[in-house]
């Protein structure tokens, strides 16, 4: 095993490919709320921040609480809807996440959904007890905070030094670097590795079997091209 213990992954855009069930769930809950739809990109911005703090960076003129509350019950509905074939795994999610355990790493879930929606995906996956632990932004502080981060650390008995963040936002990387923690970027999901790439991930990926290539020949010792691999 590589000097990392602990794996910890962003589930939607990570994991799960719902990144366009997010936006047409976010366009849908605009309408029915009178409101103007953001642009495909902008939606995508804020994917990775809670559903409260998601609302109010696209549309901070929802100040009244009843406003900000319909427009979150409009957008649970509409992406339960979209749900009922829940989204995908990546490819190579299930076979290199079973890699991880067999080699002895431990795994994290450190998500902007809510607890109810984790819940929900992870019984349809049957993964309920397939992490060591999963933090959601409703019970703690919304990314890019490090709550999430620090609270995953202290349950597992891990030094920062010892874990690494994957994620496809912005606002995983930068959780994970106010946390002291390594990250690898994934082009796939929400964001491009071109915007990533600032917040200097230590690896760069655009498909999820390259972070298992990448992991593998860490453990082996093999020499590995620092936040370049994969793209």
């Not at 953001?38 to 901070?60: H, M």
């Not at 609270?151 to 496809?168: R, S, W, Y």
């Not at 959780?175 to 796939?188: C, E, K, L, P, T």
């Not at 290539?213 to 091209?225: K, M, S, T």
Request: glycine share 10%; hydrophobic share 40%; net charge negative.
């Amino acid at each position: 095993m590589s000097d990392y213990r602990l794996l910890i992954f962003d589930w939607d855009g990570t994991l799960v490919d719902s990144i366009g069930r997010i936006v047409e769930a976010m366009h849908c809950a605009a309408d029915a709320c009178g409101l103007e739809r953001r642009s495909d990109a902008r939606v995508k911005g804020i994917i990775g921040l809670g559903v409260p703090e998601a609302i109010n960076s696209l549309y901070p003129e929802l100040v009244e609480s009843a406003c900000v509350e319909r427009f979150r019950h409009s957008y649970s509905e509409h992406y339960l809807a979209l749900e009922q074939e829940p989204s995908a795994l990546f490819p190579g999610v299930a076979e290199a996440l079973e890699a991880f355990r067999s080699a002895g790493y431990r795994l994290a879930v450190a998500t902007g959904k809510g607890r109810h929606g984790l819940q929900r995906v992870l019984a349809g996956q049957g993964w309920l007890n397939y992490f060591d632990t999963t933090r959601c932004a409703d019970e703690t502080a919304s990314k890019p905070d490090p709550l999430m981060l620090e609270e995953i650390l202290a349950h597992c008995g891990v030094a920062a030094n010892q874990a690494l963040m994957v994620g496809d936002s912005s606002f995983d990387l930068l959780m994970a670097r106010r946390a002291g923690i390594d990250s690898v970027a994934v082009g796939y999901g929400a964001m491009s590795l071109a915007a990533l790439r600032e917040h200097e991930p230590k690896l760069a990926i655009e498909s999820f079997m390259e972070l298992r290539a990448w992991l593998e020949r860490c453990a082996d010792g093999q020499p590995v091209e620092v936040g370049g691999y994969g793209g």
